[in-house]
């Protein structure tokens, strides 16, 4: 079914007005993954033409898309998409700045704790003591991240953590904003075995601080890098400070597409959305800077990796960490982040007169406004 734009933004506007505990019927839910189809094929033809103009374009294995020196390409992400997936270990329940970007935006002060003295590794608890007894039952994976929320408000507790793991030869990274790092607990990071570093830039507004830590991270840490998500702020930021942040001499830059969950949404009413595959929602601007982005970066040869962390690329994680994980063929937990679709979060594409969709046929009968009644 090729609707037409004309006849989605009609059947989205009454989607948008139905409350929210009523449920549409199977032939609207058919005009409902029709619209999405639209929007997200012209989105993807736009997508393809850009990635065409980028000569150095290459693939991991098809699973992903990146530009440069193949050397730098992240091993967190290679752990990821190629390897036994990636192993979160929670710890620290606090952030220093909220950005509106966050998956916790609007909660952070509402996260629960971990545990005294415990950490969350496969959702299971753990004192660092189990660690070993953890390393001696489960296959080891192929790399392990520490995410949430913010590690350096307690640095200090991670270092015989990490040390652990290093001497398990297991790959680790962490994800910080980069405020609060010093030389000395970077300095200390790095001996204690952590052999990757992503700055969230975006997180500071490429705060010159922030920039210059990069540099001393690099000093002891052997694989350093940037991992944002893309926004029209974050490219504007970068690129007035682009030979500052190169000079550090990172190894990647990782543009991840912003999608969005319930928390942080409204931060983006009234941009251009899209879906990807009926799962994640994101604006259509955020992949299209990334591979401006990409462009450039090939086009002056900047010696590191960027990678195209697209709504594809965690589509192609989950279905890697399904299969190391022995599920069923094709099974993935890939999926809308929404309780219900935000049908009123689609409204500002269907009515901007510059995007069209592709191709567009008349609605079949009984498909048409005013033929389905409840």
């Not at 190629?82 to 270990?89: D, K, V």
Request: a negative charge; one cysteine or more; proline letters at 3%.
């Amino acid at each position: 079914m090729k609707i037409s734009k004309k006849d989605a933004l009609i059947w989205f506007e009454f989607f948008s007005m139905l409350p929210e505990d009523q449920e549409v019927m199977t032939k609207q839910q058919e005009i409902i993954y029709a619209t999405f189809a639209q929007i997200e094929a012209a989105i993807d033809d736009r997508n393809n033409k850009l990635m065409s103009e980028i000569r150095g374009l290459k693939t991991l294995k098809n699973r992903t898309f990146f530009v440069g020196n193949e050397s730098k390409f992240p091993k967190g992400c290679v752990s990821c998409l190629m390897g036994t997936g990636l192993g979160a270990i929670r710890k620290t329940n606090k952030c220093n700045v909220q950005c509106k970007f966050c998956y916790n935006y609007g909660e952070l002060e509402d996260i629960p704790p971990i545990g005294e003295g415990m950490w969350e590794i496969g959702d299971t608890k753990f004192y660092e003591k189990d660690i070993d007894l953890l390393l001696s039952i489960h296959q080891k994976p192929t790399g392990v991240a520490y995410v949430y929320l913010e590690p350096f408000m307690e640095i200090e507790k991670y270092y015989s953590v990490i040390k652990k793991f290093s001497d398990a030869k297991i790959h680790q990274h962490l994800y910080t904003n980069g405020t609060l790092a010093t030389e000395e607990t970077l300095k200390a990071l790095g001996e204690a075995g952590l052999d990757e570093i992503r700055f969230n830039l975006g997180a500071s507004n490429c705060s010159d601080k922030v920039i210059e830590n990069i540099g001393i991270a690099k000093e002891y840490i052997k694989n350093v890098g940037i991992e944002t998500p893309m926004t029209p702020e974050f490219f504007q930021g970068f690129f007035k400070k682009k030979q500052a942040i190169l000079d550090t001499k990172l190894d990647f830059i990782n543009c991840a597409e912003l999608h969005l969950n319930e928390n942080n949404i409204d931060n983006y009413y009234g941009e251009n959305m899209y879906i990807a595959r009926l799962g994640y929602i994101s604006p259509i601007w955020s992949r299209k800077l990334t591979l401006k982005f990409m462009k450039i970066a090939d086009e002056e040869k900047w010696d590191l990796a960027v990678h195209d962390c697209s709504n594809y690329t965690k589509f192609v994680r989950d279905l890697n960490l399904s299969s190391k994980e022995g599920k069923w063929f094709g099974a993935s937990n890939y999926a809308c982040e929404f309780s219900k679709i935000p049908y009123q979060a689609f409204l500002p594409i269907l009515r901007d007169d510059n995007f069209k969709f592709l191709s567009e046929e008349e609605l079949p009968n009984g498909y048409k406004a005013g033929e389905l009644i409840y």
